[in-house]
């Protein structure tokens, strides 16, 4: 029940980062939808194809569709308020990233697949909207140049696995992932805790 | 049949769009190939991969990846004459649109799923093959920054839809989506119709 | 088991190319896991997705993403010897090219596909990895624009299935394949041996 309501907010939230992105490279309000809808449900539909879970979350629920398709034609309404509201957006979108992540646990455990095969569904289900959305839009992905996103979700999806390993009931262990999952990425910000940077330059071309 | 028919001249076409596109960045003879197989197979593929739906069009019939490979290398030494056939492929790529959508719309409705995740499915198999093509090539989707495409693609799944839904015939609902997708789509090139566009500029990063 | 080897020989070289392309765009150390990852079982992954050929290899094998997170991270505290070992790389991934190929190959025989979806498997198989890395950082695919690197494994895929084909034994035709594979690729380095290019130049835009 919970977790259906932090995966509404999400997919908003997730649908309205995606409008932004498409509007900055000044798209049309069809391919802002597109994007939109590519954030919001990418990550999910990545999994569900990796893992072949069929049907996928918005064939089954075309409803989702409409949310994103609603949330991205919103954006574009009120793009000059998001300035004053992007506090708001990091926070809603730090409950997204985990609450995406935990969905993406659960239904790797619901598959009988191990631990850490869940663990990198929980991270591709927390990430991989935004990977697309970034491709899509021809960048590279954020993800990868922040402070602390993926390794947040990665590390929010081991919390929960463990602490279901260790006997936990599941709905224990789904709160406590979403209080520390959520703390973790609000300090990264706060404090641009970021992941060491790897910077290799070479002269010579790649080796293929 | 004149499903068939369109679609083979459909993926000739766009086999033929890739290979254009593969040239503009100076890609070899092999990769121009690949290009326009991506190109004109890469929305089917998308689509039977999204909904389960296997085996994908070219695993079933790999004559079509010949023709799309036959058709690519024509397109290298017609290359010259490819300015002067220009309105003969914007003709062919609009025909090409409408029968992707048709066919699209189709497998969803075999598989039993609801009107909207039929429309989606037209949509996706119209569009997608060009913007894997772009993404391939490194460019931001076209799809989403020119007169009605995507737009066009998603009138007409709901055209042909909405006949079906009414109780037309579905042959006959076929051809009154044809000619209206491919009527609509010849005029917004026309007469430029474009989508109004979502302009976003803010001097801050993006929430993640 | 030549094979099984040759594939965690492969593997771990394309994930430290992997990391490398990561370490050009400065990425954190998670996404170079992530992006070598995805350079090294990418190409697998997209041939089972599109062959719908469930469970995928990391899926059913979760230690091959131990192996590859390793050979990342690795290379990020040898990266100062790369340089010097560029030659090393070349011959490694010249390997794991064949060998992937040939892989690709089996999964689609195994399903009773015929010889050119078979070849197209094995293709797919032997360069997606890379496709997917340079998508990933937002460059064009470098497989395109090289020494013969993508036509050597359509070639040694036929090399394999013709051998069968006309009747020699698995173990024969693979060992044949890998060493011819293995020295065309090597000569197409030493001499740059290259496909003829396709250059498109206009002023128009393209179709759509």
Not at 2 to 26: D, F, H, P, Q
Not at 37 to 66: F, I, M, Q, S
Not at 75 to 82: E, N, S
Not at 127 to 132: E, H, T, V
Request: with cysteine; net charge neutral; proline share 3%.
């Amino acid at each position: 029940m919970l977790l259906t309501l932090l995966y509404l907010v999400a997919i908003t939230a997730e649908a309205m980062t995606g409008a932004l992105s498409a509007g900055r490279r000044g798209m049309d309000w069809f391919g802002v939808v597109l994007i939109a809808c590519v954030t919001a449900l990418g990550g999910g539909a990545v999994r569900d194809v990796l893992l072949g879970h069929y049907p996928l979350t918005w064939v089954k629920h075309p409803e989702y569709l409409l949310i994103t398709a609603v949330a991205a034609l919103l954006t574009i309404f009120i793009a000059p308020l998001m300035k004053r509201l992007q506090v708001l957006f990091l926070i809603l979108d730090a409950l997204g990233l985990v609450a995406f992540t935990l969905i993406g646990c659960l239904v790797a455990l619901d598959m009988q697949l191990g631990m850490l095969v869940a663990a990198v569904s929980g991270m591709i289900t927390g990430i991989f909207g935004g990977i697309l959305r970034d491709i899509f839009c021809n960048d590279i992905p954020l993800v990868f140049r922040r402070e602390l996103y993926a390794s947040v979700s990665f590390a929010a999806a081991w919390c929960f696995l463990l602490c279901l390993h260790f006997g936990m009931a599941q709905e224990q262990a789904l709160l406590i992932t979403l209080a520390a999952g959520f703390l973790l990425r609000l300090l990264a910000i706060r404090f641009h805790w970021e992941m060491p940077k790897f910077v290799y330059r070479d002269d010579a071309e790649p080796p293929h």
